[in-house]
């Protein structure tokens, strides 16, 4: 499966951010999707995952009430809602399939990976 990430940009803290990444191929709807992210300097972290049905969602702490995941199957497309933006969620976003059986937060997990869009949030 090919993903492309898009939505990122420049905003002022406390705003909001929709992150979009298209899926190309027959695995999207069999997949666990997951976003990430890397600030610089530090290494790539767990955001938020969702199953393949959409009824199973897990975030990382800190994001927690500000984010949602969530997919479209039938538009082969994952979304990550970002509300009440802050300096410190700078950072590259990928988004990631994984074909496993578990929707895991793990890095090593994901199968295929997008090209990642920025997200700079200014205080």
Request: hydrophobic share 35%; proline share 2%; glycine share 12%.
């Amino acid at each position: 499966v090919q993903l492309q990430a898009s939505g990122g940009g420049l905003v002022q803290a406390g705003g909001s951010l929709r992150l979009s990444c298209a899926a190309s191929g027959r695995t999207f709807s069999s997949s666990h999707m997951g976003w990430f992210r890397q600030a610089p300097g530090k290494e790539r972290e767990f955001v938020a995952v969702i199953s393949r049905s959409g009824a199973i969602r897990n975030y990382v702490d800190s994001v927690k009430g500000r984010f949602t995941i969530s997919r479209d199957n039938a538009e082969n497309t994952v979304y990550l809602q970002m509300n009440s933006l802050k300096p410190e969620d700078t950072a590259v976003y990928y988004c990631a399939a994984d074909t496993g059986i578990v929707a895991g937060i793990e890095v090593r997990r994901y199968d295929y990976w997008g090209q990642g869009t920025l997200v700079t949030v200014s205080s």
